[in-house]
T-cell receptor, first 115, second 108 residues
Framework: DTEVTQTPKHLVMGMTNKKSLKCEQH?????MYWYKQKAKKPPELMFV???????INESVPSRFSPECPNSSLLNLHLHALQPEDSALYLC??????????????FGEGSRLTVL | LAKTTQPISMDSYEGQEVNITCSHN???????ITWYQQFPSQGPRFIIQ???TKVTNEVASLFIPADRKSSTLSLPRVSLSDTAVYYC?????????FGTGTRLQVFP
């Protein structure tokens, strides 16, 4: 199994809603990542979890709250988002948190629309 | 982190070899170079990674000169399905930062 599975594929929410994006991998990888991608722009790193602990937070607003319940799961909790937060949210995992392999496995993303 | 610079776009025709060059002038001694491919509305896909000289796999080759200030991704005999955005990254930790990427358009 070399897949990273993200749910839901599409999400529409109002600015007062609370929702969550979910990501799952069963490759035994020890690092997991959240990226945000706007149209025709490169993916922007948001968070990195290494051995289930948050190791990098790229100064992401607190309305985005990551959670890593176990080594296979990664969640992104969303609350009080703004329309400009509408984007494709990509989850990725890698075997080696130190990044020596450089190989991240990405999911297909969750497309979020904030009304 | 090393900043990477790539051409914004390139055009090619089916069957041609495509070379995409990435500049990373301030690359650190322990930085690796890796390339990703991304199709619309999909996550990026790892293509190849190297540290120096030449690396080849079943889909591409990566050439890195001795000074490591640039690298070239070579795609042999491209097809229409190679139309995508290609990203070059220089990294040495779990902080993989994507540059602007090169949009490759392959024509029949």
């Amino acid at each position: 199994d070399t897949e990273v599975t993200q749910t839901p594929k599409h999400l529409v929410m109002g600015m007062t809603n609370k929702k969550s994006l979910k990501c799952e991998q069963h490759m035994g990888h020890r690092a997991m990542y959240w990226y945000k991608q706007k149209a025709k722009k490169p993916p922007e790193l948001m968070f990195v979890y290494s051995y289930e602990k948050l190791s990098i937070n790229e100064s992401v607003p607190s309305r985005f709250s990551p959670e890593c319940p176990n080594s296979s799961l990664l969640n992104l909790h969303l609350h009080a988002l703004q329309p400009e937060d509408s984007a494709l949210y990509l989850c990725a995992s890698s075997q080696d948190p130190a990044g020596e392999s450089g190989e991240l496995f990405f999911g297909e993303g969750s497309r979020l629309t904030v009304l | 982190l090393a900043k990477t610079t790539q051409p914004i776009s390139m055009d090619s025709y089916e069957g041609q070899e495509v070379n995409i060059t990435c500049s990373h002038n301030n690359i650190a001694t322990n930085d690796y170079i890796t390339w990703y491919q991304q199709f619309p509305s999909q996550g990026p896909r790892f293509i190849i990674q190297g540290y120096k000289t030449k690396v080849t796999n079943e889909v591409a080759s990566l050439f890195i000169p001795a000074d490591r200030k640039s690298s070239t991704l070579s795609l042999p005999r491209v097809s229409l399905s190679d139309t995508a955005v290609y990203y070059c990254l220089a990294y040495n930790t779990d902080k993989l930062i994507f540059g602007t990427g090169t949009r490759l358009q392959v024509f029949p």
